[in-house]
């Protein structure tokens, strides 16, 4: 091929590197999780598996999933799959692990048997965070970002809602109606199993009236007139495309300017980002930023690209120098 950039023949003999330390560069982030994960007594942590047991299969060390786990947090990995994928492809896993590749299930059963661990080393980090001031710089931007619940948008009612379904609901009753009368009148040699599978599915769309006005009745007590029959607590709010939306939940940031680290948060089931520049982000920014700060006026500033309500802040804290 001329004229183009060529690559080399998948048959040609290379000289790579010995050591699986060359592909990791200095400035890597595998190299700061490992040396964070290498430096936590884990068994004080809450870790279970720390202490081998005398007898059985050799298992994994807890710090070796728990980078694994830390590393797809990193890069935005959530599945065990495809973290299992991950360790055996991925050079970078493959240093950070010691090219060990544990199955999806080691991995899933590690996050589910060490939740309270693996939220103590959280606590820890931002403790190091702390003691290293990287909270230390006096802006913050606040934020709002839509999570999906488990809650599917089916299992989410409104009245709204449940008036559309309603009508839907009979005009099928009454498309079927019609074509009882239908099969009456021209009494085809399956009629009667026609005639019958038809009731029934009339008799299956009242059921869902009858439980979509028991549904309307219920969302009288709700305060903002919704109920989510999956996940109690979630609402249903607009996304940024325009004609959809998600179930689910509001989580409002705050974010240090300088290292990008988040230093408070607070979730809320409330789909409108205008109202939630309260008190909390404020008082919990000055107090992860510098527990020393004094709690005076704040000179607020917003940033509005279109008609929307503006959805980032940024604010200039006001704290004793040091």
């Known amino acids: 091929m001329k004229r183009f950039i060529e690559g080399e023949d998948r048959q040609q003999v290379t000289l790579l590197p010995e050591c699986l330390d060359d592909y990791i560069g200095e400035d890597n982030p595998v190299r700061v999780v490992d040396v964070f994960v290498e430096e936590l007594d884990l068994q004080a942590l809450g870790f279970e598996g720390v202490e081998p047991a005398a007898t059985g299969r050799p298992s994994y060390h807890p710090a070796v999933l728990l980078k694994l786990y830390i590393y797809g947090y990193l890069n935005r990995i959530q599945s065990s799959r495809r973290l299992e994928r991950e360790a055996q492809r991925n050079v970078e896993v493959m240093w950070l692990t010691g090219r060990l590749a544990p199955n999806f299930k080691t991995i899933a059963d590690f996050r589910h048997d060490n939740g309270p661990g693996i939220r103590n080393v959280c606590k820890r980090f931002i403790g190091m965070c702390r003691e290293l001031k990287l909270f230390t710089h006096a802006i913050v931007a606040i934020d709002g970002s839509k999570f999906k619940a488990v809650n599917s948008r089916d299992r989410n009612f409104t009245t709204g809602k449940i008036d559309a379904r309603q009508r839907q609901i009979e005009q099928s009753i009454q498309r079927y109606l019609d074509a009882l009368e239908t099969a009456d009148r021209t009494q085809p040699a399956e009629v009667e199993a026609k005639t019958e599978r038809l009731t029934d599915k009339i008799k299956k769309l009242r059921e869902q009236m009858r439980e979509l006005d028991r549904t309307k009745e219920q969302l009288k007590d709700e305060p903002d007139g919704q109920r989510s029959t999956t996940d109690p607590d979630a609402r249903s709010m607009n996304s940024q495309a325009k004609g959809s939306g998600l179930v689910g939940y509001n989580v409002q940031a705050a974010v240090d300017a300088r290292h990008h680290l988040i230093v408070?948060?607070?979730?809320?089931?409330?789909?409108?980002?205008?109202?939630?520049?309260?008190?909390?982000?404020?008082?919990?920014?000055?107090?992860?930023?510098?527990?020393?700060?004094?709690?005076?006026?704040?000179?607020?500033?917003?940033?509005?690209?279109?008609?929307?309500?503006?959805?980032?802040?940024?604010?200039?804290?006001?704290c004793p120098s040091r």
């Not at 979730?267 to 909390?280: A, E, F, I, M, P």
């Not at 005076?296 to 940033?303: K, R, V």
């Open 264 to 318: 408070a948060h607070e979730v809320t089931n409330d789909g409108n980002d205008r109202s939630q520049l309260g008190k909390w982000q404020w008082l919990r920014a000055r107090r992860w930023a510098r527990p020393s700060c004094r709690h005076l006026p704040i000179a607020g500033a917003s940033t509005v690209r279109s008609s929307r309500p503006a959805r980032t802040w940024a604010s200039r804290l006001t």
